[in-house]
Structures are given as C-alpha cells and as structure tokens.
C-alpha cells in the first residue's frame, strides 16, 4: 500500500507541470488582493493562504459569476522560499475542507499564475478545517492546516 502511493504521488508530481503549461490564463488578470487567512513555514517553506468569496474572486478578474455555480468560495496558496523569499509556482497541491457537519470535500489546486487554487463550497455558517498537501519541485511532501470561520 505505501508503494502505491509513493508511485501515486510520484506520478502527480511528474505529470503536474505538464498540465499547468496546457493551461491558458493568460485573458484572465488574477488580481488576489485578499487579506491572507493564514500563513505558516513548513520545512523552509511559506505557506500562504487565501479565501474569498467568489464574488471577489471572480470580480477580481474581471470575469461574470457563471450561472449555477455551486461553489461559494476560492481557496488560493502561495508558496515562497522562507529564507530567500523566491516564489515556488510549480509542484502539487491537494486541499481538503472539512465542513462543520463534518463531510469533507477534497480538490487538486491548479496552478495559476504563482499561486494554487481551487473553488469550494462553504455555504453554511461556521468553522471550516482546511488541510492541505503539498509536493515541491524539491521533492518534499509538506502539510498545513487551519480552520477558518465564515460567518
């Protein structure tokens, strides 16, 4: 079992990149001004991360909220070097939000533009865990969590 997902995880990590260079951002301007809901060092690294309603995120790029969208909020981390401050825009990232009733739900992040993020829904009032894993160009698989309140 713990080969399997050693080669699981290798496999993401390898194939990652390839998927982000497929990807076209370049009409959207992600302008990710919200306020950081946590950050933290993890092994050297700087973890910092973001959540805002779609609303924000979409008007943020300049982009109409699609209609039907179940999704209430974007997640969003960057990640720096502690030391040098460099940015760290490839690898990959996996967040899982427990929700206060306590289902869950999990996404890989998509890199965008220096960051990683996801859409998710926190519909209800209360306090959300966030978790998130991450593997770095350097080879490192990394974790951090916090709980976050939407009121």
């Not at 992600?30 to 809901?37: G, P």
């Not at 946590?38 to 910092?48: F, I, N, Q, Y």
């Not at 969003?76 to 070097?81: C, E, T």
């Not at 401050?85 to 939000?97: I, Y």
């Amino acid at each position: 079992m713990r080969k399997m997902i050693i080669v699981t995880t290798a496999v993401l990590a390898l194939s990652f990149p390839l998927t982000v260079l497929a990807m076209d951002h370049s009409g959207h301007s992600m302008d990710h001004k919200a306020a950081a809901a946590h950050e933290e060092v993890v092994d050297g690294v700087k973890a910092t991360f973001t959540v805002q309603t779609m609303a924000d995120a979409m008007k943020g790029m300049k982009m109409d909220m699609p209609k039907g969208m179940k999704e209430t909020h974007h997640v969003s981390v960057a990640f720096k070097d502690a030391k040098t401050g460099k940015a760290l825009p490839e690898g990959a990232v996996t967040v899982k939000v427990q929700n206060p009733d306590k289902s869950t739900q999990t996404k890989e992040l998509m890199g965008m533009q220096g960051h990683f993020g996801a859409d998710f829904e926190l519909s209800k009032k209360g306090k959300y865990g966030i978790m998130c894993k991450f593997l770095l160009k350097d080879g490192k698989t990394r974790q951090a969590k916090f709980w976050y309140a939407v009121k």
